[in-house]
């Protein structure tokens, strides 16, 4: 009895030390004096220019939001230059991740959802690949496809670089925030829509992403759950039933998809905690392994800005042992 609380209680405390560890860790890098700087390393998707966009008159911008504690939470909006910016490990594990920032379709948020989470990921060997895509209300042609052009570019991009960047092509796995979430589901249940001509012989390479993670994604465009800011610029162009349907990931699941990862909060009051739900049951009614995580608190958009002692902080750790089992 006595080896058998020690063994837990040793079991205890290195979970424990594992947590506490990670927090450190994710309060030196949210530290603007120590925050490494951004990385240099990127690659543009079209080498002649986004598709369809003769009659975009937008201009790129990265605007600071403000932060409470002072931390840096840039966005950039109006992307007309969609490219990967690229954050490579010390010593790669052969898997590459490309993270999908939120934004309400409206914007890019850099430093929560993208640089933070690829320096976390980087740090335990992953390559990641932080995508800036196009936004639907911007005046593409594409419309509500312009970012699911630029996902399907994206990780053919990866898969063609991925021997020089020491990453084995089949271990690429996708995980999308808020608005970004819809789009890596858009590219998990749809990844093989041509969306556009191609364009060179990097476009005859596979768009099924090896693993997915939904983190507190919109979903659905049924006005009933839809996150109202994301469905208004993804049907900009076009909003009938038919279009509805296409865009709504939950109704475009079928067999054989990629295992998917969800993380919500219940309190989420952005995206309500039903687009997870409507999901995760998508999923396992068609089979597809999924792992879903829904925690009573958290709200939206808190990315690796943990709530200090709430359980939330623990989802990381939750996403890397649900890709470890599935060969990631």
Same mark, same amino acid.
């Given at each position: 009895?006595?080896?058998? $609380?020690?063994?837990?209680?040793?079991? &205890?405390?290195?979970?424990?030390?594992?947590?506490?560890?990670?927090?450190?860790?994710?309060?030196?890098?949210?530290?603007?004096?120590?925050?490494?700087?951004?990385?240099?390393?990127?690659?543009?998707?079209?080498?002649?220019?986004?598709?369809? =966009?003769?009659?975009?008159?937008?201009?790129?911008?990265? &605007?600071?939001?403000?932060?409470?504690?002072?931390?840096?939470?840039?966005?950039?909006?109006?992307?007309?230059?969609?490219?990967?910016?690229?954050?490579?490990?010390?010593?790669?594990?052969?898997?590459?991740?490309?993270?999908?920032?939120?934004?309400?379709?409206?914007?890019?948020?850099?430093?929560?959802?993208?640089?933070?989470?690829?320096? +976390?990921?980087?740090?335990?060997?992953?390559?990641?690949?932080?995508?800036?895509? %196009?936004?639907?209300?911007?005046? +593409?042609?594409?419309?509500?496809?312009?970012? *699911?052009?630029?996902?399907? $570019? /994206?990780?053919?991009?990866?898969? /063609?670089?991925?021997?020089?960047?020491?990453? #084995?092509?089949?271990?690429?796995?996708?995980?999308?925030?808020?608005?970004?979430?819809?789009?890596?589901?858009?590219?998990?249940? %749809?990844?093989?829509?041509?969306?556009?001509?191609?364009?060179?012989?990097?476009?005859?390479?596979?768009?099924?992403?090896?693993?997915?993670?939904?983190?507190?994604?919109?979903?659905?465009?049924?006005? /009933?759950?839809?996150?109202?800011?994301?469905?208004?610029?993804?049907?900009?162009?076009?909003?009938?039933?038919?279009? &509805?349907?296409? *865009?709504?990931?939950?109704?475009?699941?079928?067999?054989?998809? #990629?295992?998917?990862?969800?993380?919500?909060? /219940?309190?989420?009051?952005? &995206?309500?905690?039903?687009?997870?739900?409507?999901?995760?049951?998508?999923?396992?009614?068609?089979?597809?392994?999924?792992?879903?995580?829904?925690?009573?608190?958290?709200?939206?958009?808190?990315?690796? %800005?943990?709530?200090?002692?709430?359980?939330?902080?623990?989802?990381? =750790?939750?996403?890397?042992?649900?890709?470890?089992?599935? =060969?990631?």
């Amino acid at each position: 009895m006595m080896n058998r $609380r020690g063994a837990l209680g040793a079991f &205890v405390s290195g979970v424990l030390g594992s947590l506490a560890a990670d927090e450190a860790r994710a309060a030196k890098m949210d530290n603007p004096a120590i925050t490494p700087p951004d990385p240099t390393e990127t690659i543009l998707l079209w080498p002649n220019g986004a598709p369809g =966009g003769e009659g975009v008159k937008v201009e790129e911008n990265i &605007v600071e939001r403000g932060d409470p504690k002072g931390l840096k939470d840039r966005a950039q909006v109006h992307t007309r230059a969609p490219k990967l910016v690229v954050f490579r490990p010390k010593t790669p594990n052969g898997a590459a991740v490309m993270l999908i920032p939120g934004g309400g379709y409206e914007r890019v948020v850099l430093d929560k959802e993208g640089y933070e989470t690829a320096r +976390w990921l980087a740090a335990r060997g992953y390559t990641c690949f932080v995508l800036f895509y %196009r936004m639907p209300g911007d005046g +593409w042609a594409a419309g509500g496809d312009a970012p *699911l052009q630029d996902a399907q $570019r /994206a990780i053919r991009l990866i898969r /063609a670089r991925a021997e020089g960047m020491k990453v #084995s092509a089949d271990r690429v796995a996708i995980m999308g925030f808020s608005a970004g979430g819809h789009l890596a589901a858009n590219l998990t249940t %749809r990844f093989d829509v041509e969306t556009y001509p191609a364009i060179d012989a990097v476009d005859g390479l596979p768009t099924k992403p090896s693993l997915s993670a939904l983190i507190y994604p919109v979903i659905t465009l049924d006005p /009933a759950a839809a996150h109202a800011g994301s469905r208004k610029q993804l049907l900009s162009q076009r909003d009938t039933p038919e279009r &509805v349907n296409e *865009l709504s990931p939950e109704k475009q699941v079928r067999e054989g998809l #990629s295992p998917v990862f969800q993380l919500h909060a /219940a309190d989420d009051k952005s &995206v309500p905690v039903e687009n997870s739900l409507r999901m995760f049951s998508a999923l396992k009614a068609k089979g597809v392994p999924t792992e879903m995580h829904i925690f009573e608190e958290g709200g939206h958009g808190f990315g690796l %800005r943990f709530v200090a002692g709430k359980p939330v902080a623990a989802w990381p =750790g939750l996403f890397e042992a649900f890709a470890k089992r599935h =060969g990631l």
